[in-house]
């Protein structure tokens, strides 16, 4: 090859190299920038505006970056065990939590003004959380007219990414409460015979439908296969917060042997919200709503409410790989029939064999998962 070309090549080698490298420094700037922005009330107190200008910054940055996202994706073997951490036996997301915020989560002084919501990921918590926002506000709340958010006003305890626990507003006026969410097991969420807990379940193929969801929204094109995040939801070490069948029946065992603590399903709500509305308002010691109070929470907790008003009911930060990510998809109680069969039966077999002589009566209510 004559000398020029191989100092033209050379050249633009060495151009596409220095390209590079000024990339990566700037994903890495972005994604630290990214982190800062959303960490605490940063995000989720700002007002709609500014919550929108992040957003099209991220866009942006999206689009400038996506030559080394790409780059950085094609070779990429997603690793649920690289995204996560390990805390006392269970495992978490990075970045949306670490081992410090689980310790602290653990270590809360829960009190009687603490009413925690708990779930296993995907399985209604955001609907819950707002459920019991409502009906302690009898139906008042304001966060769509005040252009809040859920997360300004109800803490997660073990996240990183919304208002604290000390910092979170007593909602209502009849029991000034903490709004609390929680995706912590039984076994290592803080107990006060004076809280009160709340815990859905939901199907566990469903759960698994909407977790695959979760992480093609929130990974884009970094999301591994369907096949991986099977193992991954069946993983008793990698599955954040615990498998399926553990997490529930830790908390259906806690609901057996205490009065403060309240066990629905999502199909529940699905069914009848406002018998569930009225149960969590007795569960809570409240007076009876009215007609009309109840018919303010139903209308406001319901699926084509919070879908249009998504913004206030985001469960978490956009980032630079999902500026929109959609979370509000179906929310329906049937999400297992969008299930493969062959994985629809491996994971209730699963469920099935790991709750073999457990308390929770899997094939009461979930007679299909038994059925097989």
């Not at 990339?23 to 972005?30: I, N, T």
């Not at 997603?78 to 805390?87: E, M």
């Not at 995907?122 to 007219?145: A, F, I, S």
């Not at 919070?306 to 990510?325: K, S, V, W």
Request: aromatic fraction near 12%.
């Amino acid at each position: 090859m004559p000398k020029g070309l191989l100092l033209w090549a050379a050249l633009v080698v060495a151009l596409a190299v220095a390209f590079l490298v000024l990339e990566v420094a700037y994903l890495s700037f972005v994604l630290a920038w990214e982190d800062g922005r959303t960490v605490g009330l940063a995000y989720y107190g700002a007002p709609p505006d500014e919550r929108e200008r992040f957003r099209r910054a991220l866009r942006l940055h999206a689009r400038l970056l996506s030559p080394i996202i790409r780059i950085l994706a094609r070779p990429a073997k997603f690793s649920f065990a690289r995204v996560g951490f390990q805390y006392r036996g269970i495992a978490g997301p990075k970045g949306t939590c670490s081992a410090e915020s689980f310790a602290r989560a653990e270590a809360w002084p829960a009190g009687p003004s603490d009413i925690f919501v708990a779930t296993q990921m995907k399985c209604g918590t955001t609907w819950m959380l707002h459920v019991v926002y409502q009906v302690l506000r009898r139906g008042n709340g304001d966060l769509v007219e005040s252009g809040s958010t859920l997360h300004a006003v109800c803490p997660w305890i073990e996240g990183r990414k919304t208002v604290s626990m000390e910092a979170a507003p007593l909602v209502g006026t009849e029991r000034p409460s903490r709004v609390i969410k929680t995706h912590l097991p039984a076994t290592h969420a803080p107990w006060s015979p004076e809280a009160r807990y709340i815990y859905v379940a939901r199907h566990p193929v469903s759960c698994f439908a909407s977790c695959v969801d979760f992480v093609k929204e929130t990974a884009g094109r970094f999301a591994p296969p369907p096949e991986m995040i099977e193992e991954w939801f069946r993983s008793e070490e990698l599955m954040w917060w615990g498998p399926w069948p553990a997490h529930v029946e830790s908390w259906w065992r806690w609901s057996e042997e205490r009065n403060n603590v309240l066990f629905v399903t999502f199909e529940e709500m699905k069914r009848d919200l406002p018998a569930v509305v009225r149960r969590v308002a007795g569960f809570l010691g409240l007076q009876p709503l009215s007609e009309a109070e109840l018919a303010r929470v139903t209308e406001k907790c319901g699926f084509r409410y919070m879908q249009e008003h998504h913004g206030t009911f985001e469960m978490h930060p956009p980032n630079i790989i999902a500026a929109d990510a959609a979370f509000f998809i179906r929310g329906g109680a049937d999400r297992h029939a969008d299930v493969p069969e062959e994985a629809r039966r491996r994971i209730a077999a699963w469920c099935a064999a790991r709750m073999a002589g457990s308390h929770f009566p899997l094939g009461r209510i979930y007679p299909d998962v038994v059925a097989g």
